[in-house]
């Protein structure tokens, strides 16, 4: 889970860590990427455009198309839907897409409930189901505007907008 304020550079991040996988080598917020891996951004907030102007002005490699995949902005929004889901699993496969970025969380939820959180997962792992092997996933989601006491590591888990079913299925969470 890659978590932050709008305008907080999350899309940059993630436009990092595809192009470390494009090249197969280099480093990803203090973290080590050491093999090549192709990848695919669900983007909901900015135009293929303006992410192929992000990737344009990065150190890619000749064939950084055959590991650098964006959606442009979907017209279903929800994976429980096969408009979405059923394409989505195919480019997987024909890809061979090893991370696939959510970008961001919130557009696929209805409301910020448990109920709507525990759909979007279920739905996530229906899509997924039987996909060898199954690509790592992404999740990018808006916090909520900190207050006073959001100091120290355990504050800040409530800054992520949502109920705890999004941080309780994280193995990883980056603020």
């Avoid at 090549?36 to 198309?65: C, G, H, I, V, Y």
């Avoid at 995949?69 to 929800?78: H, R």
């Avoid at 059923?86 to 910020?112: F, G, M, Y």
Wanted: aromatic share 10%.
């Amino acid at each position: 889970l890659l978590y932050g304020p709008p305008g907080s550079f999350k899309g940059f991040a993630v436009g990092e860590l595809m192009a470390c996988g494009a090249r197969g080598c280099g480093e990803w917020l203090g973290f080590p990427v050491n093999t090549q891996f192709a990848s695919l951004w669900l983007n909901f907030e900015n135009r293929r455009r303006r992410l192929k102007t992000q990737f344009a002005k990065m150190d890619l490699p000749p064939n950084a198309e055959d590991f650098i995949f964006i959606t442009d902005i979907p017209g279903v929004w929800s994976l429980a839907d096969v408009r979405l889901a059923w394409p989505l699993r195919q480019a997987i496969e024909e890809k061979k897409i090893k991370l696939l970025i959510v970008d961001t969380v919130s557009h696929l939820i209805e409301d910020e409930m448990a109920k709507h959180f525990a759909a979007f997962f279920g739905a996530l792992n229906a899509m997924l189901h039987g996909l060898e092997p199954r690509p790592a996933v992404l999740l990018v989601h808006h916090s909520r505007k900190p207050k006073e006491g959001d100091k120290g590591a355990r504050a800040l888990l409530n800054l992520i907008s949502g109920h705890q079913t999004l941080q309780r299925r994280a193995r990883s969470i980056c603020y």
